[in-house]
Structure formats: C-alpha cells, structure tokens
C-alpha cells in the first residue's frame, strides 16, 4: 500500500504566522516552492501561504510585503494528510477540498513533507490523474473565500 509519506516531497518547513511575506518569498525562492505551512506559537499549522497569495492578496493590492505578515493573509481551515494515509485519502482530501498541495504531518503532529500534483503525476495512472484534475479544477459553487482555495496556486 503506498502511503502519503511514500509520495510526498520531504523537506517541508514551516513559517511562522509572524514572519513577513517578503521573507515567506525569499524562502519560496531558496527552496524553489510555491507554498510554506504557517505555524502558530505552538508549531500547529494555521494556513498556507502561497506565491499567490503573496502577489494577489498583498502586492495587488497595494501592500508592502515587508508589512505584511503571513498570519495576515491565511484564512479558512488548514488541511493537511497524515503521513499513513493512503494515496487514496490524499486525493479524497485534495479532492474534496480543490486544493493543490497538502502538508504531510507525522504522529507526532510535526511536518514531515508536502504533497504537489507534480508529485501525484509522478505516482498515478494517467486515468487517475486526469480524474484528480477534473474534480480539483472543476468550477464550484463556492465563493471567493474558504478553505478550498488556501493552498492553491
């Protein structure tokens, strides 16, 4: 059984909540990524921020990313995989969420590793990546806002 932990990218960090979001593009840039979990105080996932984001939400907007903080824009609840779920469950979640990257979390609810669909592409049958597309992009229902647009790109 091929589990999360199997497919994912390791080498996920986190962000603090705290930290700017000219510093969160600086980290993007170093590990060549388009998303960073943000952390609270606790090391507890509270949002991702994407490339984005930072870009619509702050620089689009007319506000200076050394201002902003990554807590500032992240919004809606988090998702995230355990490290053992299935690769089924890990496109269940991104499924029903429309989301394109998923955090990995161990037992021990640290960050291990992300999911990418540069990941699943390298894991799925072309059927079942041709599906994962068709529900991830389909159009919704739903607003702008909400829980399935955090981690998309």
Known sequence: MTTARDIMNEG????PATETLDRA???MRDLDVGALPVSDQNE???????DRDIVVKCI???HDPSR?????????????V????????????MEQNQIRRVP?????????????????????????????????????????SGAGHLARS
């Not at 990418?116 to 159009?139: G, I, K």
């Open 25 to 27: 593009a600086q980290i």
């Open 44 to 50: 507890r996932m509270c949002g991702i921020v994407t």
């Open 60 to 62: 689009a907007a007319g």
């Open 82 to 93: 355990s490290a053992t779920a299935t690769v089924e469950d890990v496109l269940r979640e």
């Open 104 to 144: 990995v979390i161990d037992e021990n609810k640290k960050l291990v590793g992300m999911i990418s669909e540069a990941d699943l592409a390298r894991h799925l049958t072309d059927d079942q990546l041709a599906e994962f597309a068709e529900r991830v992009y389909a159009p919704t229902h739903r607003g702008a």
């Open 12 to 15: 996920a960090r986190w962000i």
């Open 68 to 80: 902003v903080t990554c807590g500032d824009i992240c919004e809606g609840t988090p998702r995230w």
